[in-house]
């Protein structure tokens, strides 16, 4: 080979390998770290990891390029437990919406309001798990994302099809323990992160999943290695989960006040309990709050289609006298008090929503809504700022993000204003960063 040649391929070879990212500091910036605050420290990131926080900062250091976010406060990347992704366009809700693009677009909201990780809680069409490799490839594509497939429904019940639009019914519905079993065995074999389950009559409307399904379902599940998240809304379905060990109570309990008892055998067995106050909340709230509507952080995450019905004061007096709009208001305060019982008894609490499901559940607002909820049932901002972070992440199974420190992952939340001195302050997003990218807003 001529030495010209030679040289020309060595330089091609050369050239087709990427030059390894310059490392970034970031300084001056108060820090929580998803448990504590650490007050004003550098964090540096190197490609998509934080490789040190705090001082003396090695000698990587020295060729980091500096980003000045004095006066600002950083947080770790929030983790939604339960939302749903692709199921809403406007005003309307359903599976014929389920489709890369809309998931795409739902993850990218989230993500610009700062929840760099989802876990869409059933409801998946059978393009989830193509969608979920190639949006946890590329930050670009929005939040990571990760979920429970369709999930096991109960036969004729909920979620009921009709009433979620659910024309194509992705959703398992088994009849008998054997087959719980057997979908529980499809499901795992399809990739799911977490089986979902709803045991839920709806007020009475709908059959309720029988013991001898969900009880299959938990065991088969736990056999397998895989945790069983349950929708619930009564106190009744919730102690017989408990019960049968299942590992996440998906909903708050809303019917009745939870009883020393049941705490006590949740805290023993290590149950996670998510809240979503705001599913009850967001039926009456938007209507009660049409001054909301005129802020840029709520306007923002919502559909033209919605943002008009919502802003007509004819649509806000029809909602407030809706029939259901009572026992809604019952069921957050339900909600509230079992947040405080369960608090009390040092419970496991994770952090989600329902965003997603339906056009009120709206997605990116939701949670941070939620954060403030947490303070009124008398979490401190960093316990519910833990609650989002730290603790949602250990839900997932997950070490590699939640936190700021050495070898998590630089998903980030900057913040204009303190969230500790006011969790109303987690709405003055500054950026966000997920796996080292700060993502353009």
């Known amino acids: 080979m001529r030495p010209t040649r030679l040289w020309a391929l060595l330089l091609a070879a050369t050239a087709a390998v ?9 300084e001056n910036a108060r820090v929580f770290d998803g448990r504590r605050d650490l007050g ?9 990891r934080i490789v040190h926080v705090g001082t003396p900062l090695p000698a990587a250091a020295t060729a980091a390029r500096r980003i000045d976010y004095q006066g600002k406060t950083l947080l770790p990347g929030l983790v939604s437990n339960h939302a749903h992704v692709g199921n809403t366009e406007g005003l309307q809700h359903g599976d014929r919406y389920y489709t890369r693009d809309n998931v795409v677009r739902d993850l990218r909201q989230f993500q610009r309001y700062g929840i760099t990780t989802v876990t869409a809680l059933g409801m998946n069409g059978p393009a989830f798990f193509d969608i979920r490799k190639e949006v946890n490839a590329s930050p670009a594509l929005g939040a990571q994302l990760y979920g429970a497939g369709a999930g096991i429904g109960a036969f004729a019940g909920a979620p009921p099809a009709a009433a979620m639009g659910l024309a194509h019914d992705p959703v398992a519905r088994p009849r008998n323990a054997e087959e719980a079993r057997a979908a529980v065995a499809t499901q795992q074999a399809d990739g799911v992160d977490v089986i979902k389950l709803w045991v839920d009559s709806l007020g009475g409307k709908f059959p309720m999943m029988a013991p001898e ?20 809304h009564d106190l009744d379905q919730a102690r017989d989960l408990v019960d049968a060990r299942v590992d996440i109570i998906a909903h708050g309990i809303r019917d009745r006040a939870v009883d020393p008892m049941l705490a006590r055998k949740m805290h023993d067995q290590g149950t996670w309990y998510i809240a979503t106050v705001n599913i009850d909340e967001a039926n009456y709230w938007y209507a009660e709050n049409p001054q909301a509507l005129q802020q840029p952080f709520l306007r923002d995450a919502l559909p033209a289609a919605v943002r008009a019905r919502w802003q007509q004061p004819q649509w806000q007096r029809e909602q407030l006298a809706g029939a259901n709009i009572p026992g809604a208001r019952a069921a957050v305060a339900m909600n509230l008090e079992n947040l405080r019982r369960l608090s009390a008894a040092k419970v496991k609490f994770g952090f989600g929503t329902d965003a997603g499901a339906m056009p009120q559940r709206v997605i990116g607002f939701a949670e941070h809504r939620e954060l403030k909820l947490l303070t009124e049932a008398g979490f401190s901002p960093a316990q519910a700022l833990q609650t989002a972070t730290a603790d949602a992440a250990a839900l997932l199974g997950m070490d590699d993000r939640g936190r700021i420190a050495a070898g998590k992952r630089a998903d980030l939340l900057v913040l204009d204003a303190d969230p500790l001195a006011d969790i109303g302050n987690t709405q003055h997003i500054h950026a966000v960063w997920q796996a080292g990218q700060a993502i353009e807003r």
């Open 213 to 232: 399904i969900y009880r299959a379902a938990i065991a088969e599940a736990h056999a397998r290695g895989l945790k069983v998240a349950a929708h619930i």
């Open 40 to 48: 004003i420290t550098p964090v540096l990131i190197d490609g998509e």
């Open 18 to 26: 990427p030059a390894a990212a310059q490392p970034i500091l970031l």
